[in-house]
């Protein structure tokens, strides 16, 4: 009996293409676009040298690393280095400033240019809206440099901030606050509310301009006034870029501002001052020990990484199971 020409339904076929049809048919798409193509080239050179090459560096955390020793020359540790860590209370006391700085800095400083943006966007005087705006973005173009010192002088004892607390009676003696290690969570949370806040509201903006602005004309038909404009129509719609900020701000937790922190940490405020980012800093470059300092960075993260990941299913499920990343 011949054997049937048809394929059983229970018997699986072989769709996957070969080698060989798929190198021809990547040549085909290259060539088809290779102007497009060979100016991606650079930029994965770009990250290979300096991307993915560095990360063998990162066993030098797992070692005992001199600047005598080569890569390859050092002595294994294992995870001593990380034993170290767990036991340094300087590195706890990094942990909890970093914590607490940025944990302020989520709680003002992720709300506050979402209410910008949408009090900008509510200005119908556009030259006046183009004013705040100006305004609102110019600290972020300066440096912490710039800024570090502009706020040195403004919070000596003969600066700005303490003589208009003398003038106005709220004070009798004139102190400075940066010295001071109790205020310091606060100094850098609000100064960099005050240089950043400005510039993150240009991505929400860019999301209320392309809202289709019949919704907002059918709400007012409806009797909606403006705040309730605001809440069933303008934030649903920044839902999904407010959820990539979130995701983004819940992963750098663990990081920090190290401009900011090595130009406003002082011997007085070191105690509150210290994030770990400046110890990392302050442990591999100053003192030498590149071991550990990579084994704190390279525990960090690992821990961001998490952070993002939990953060990003978090976000999902508040958005109906819609991924944002």
């Not at 990094?94 to 949408?118: D, E, H, Q, R, Y």
């Not at 600290?139 to 710039?146: A, D, E, Y």
């Not at 940066?178 to 100094?187: F, G, H, P, R, V």
């Amino acid at each position: 009996m011949a054997k049937s020409a048809l394929t059983s339904p229970d018997q699986p076929t072989n769709d996957k293409p070969s080698i060989g049809q798929r190198v021809k048919s990547f040549a085909i798409d290259y060539f088809r676009q290779w102007q497009l193509q060979t100016m991606v080239i650079p930029g994965i050179l770009f990250m290979i040298v300096f991307c993915f090459v560095p990360i063998y560096g990162l066993t030098i955390a797992f070692k005992s690393y001199t600047v005598i020793d080569t890569l390859d020359s050092a002595p294994w540790v294992g995870l001593e280095n990380f034993r170290i860590i767990l036991s340094d209370r300087y590195f706890w006391d990094s942990v909890v400033n970093t914590l607490a700085i940025s944990f302020l800095k989520l709680g003002i400083g992720f709300i506050l240019p979402i209410v910008l943006a949408i009090m900008i966007y509510e200005v119908r005087y556009n030259r006046f809206k183009k004013f705040v705006q100006t305004v609102s973005y110019l600290p972020h173009f300066l440096s912490w440099i710039v800024l570090g010192g502009m706020m040195i002088t403004w919070f000596s004892t003969t600066g700005l901030f303490n003589q208009l607390l003398l003038d106005l009676g709220l004070i009798s003696n004139a102190q400075n606050i940066l010295l001071d290690a109790n205020k310091y969570w606060w100094i850098a949370t609000l100064s960099d509310i005050w240089k950043e806040s400005g510039w993150g509201t240009i991505l929400y903006l860019a999301i209320m301009a392309k809202i289709d602005p019949t919704y907002y004309e059918a709400a007012k038909i409806d009797g909606a006034g403006r705040l309730r404009q605001i809440w069933n129509i303008t934030l649903p719609n920044m839902k999904m870029i407010i959820s990539l900020n979130l995701i983004l701000t819940i992963s750098g937790l663990l990081g920090s501002n190290l401009d900011q922190t090595l130009v406003l940490m002082n011997s007085q405020n070191r105690e509150k001052a210290e994030v770990i980012n400046s110890y990392v800093y302050r442990m591999g470059l100053a003192q030498g020990d590149f071991s550990y300092a990579t084994a704190v960075g390279l525990g960090v993260s690992i821990v961001s990484v998490i952070l993002l990941l939990t953060a990003n299913k978090v976000t999902s499920k508040m958005n109906d199971n819609q991924s944002v990343l």
